[in-house]
Nanobody, 119 residues
């Protein structure tokens, strides 16, 4: 059974930092692309950052470039999202997701973790 479990969300003041973690289990993810998404109240879910499990390329939404960094620890089967210089508009539920490199649709999703940035 595949599981993606996010953690690390919380309340932080504007300008602060948080690191989200996504612990992946239940299969080998070497052929998967890992993504972070977020959904704010009343808004559609949007892509934030992503990277292939095997490889070093990284991808970011324009709104987070230069502030957020995605990384992974293969030994721990965990993907991270380091978020710096947080803004109130970053407030959202953040989700980890996985899809095959050859697909566009994400097959697996975590339950989400709330990030709230106060002004």
């Amino acid at each position: 059974q595949v599981q993606l479990i996010e953690s690390g969300g919380g309340l932080v003041q504007a300008g602060g930092s948080l690191r989200l973690s996504c612990a992946a289990s239940g299969r080998t993810f070497s052929r998967y692309f890992m993504g972070w998404f977020r959904q704010a109240p009343g808004k559609e879910r949007e892509f934030v950052a992503g990277m292939p499990w095997s490889g070093s390329s990284t991808y970011y939404a324009d709104s987070v470039k230069g502030r957020f960094t995605i990384s992974r620890d293969n030994a721990k089967n965990t993907v991270y999202l380091q978020m710096n210089s947080l803004k109130p508009e970053d407030t959202a539920v953040y989700y980890c997701a996985a899809r095959l490199n050859s697909q566009r649709q994400y097959d697996y999703w975590g339950q989400g973790t709330q990030v709230t940035v106060s002004s």
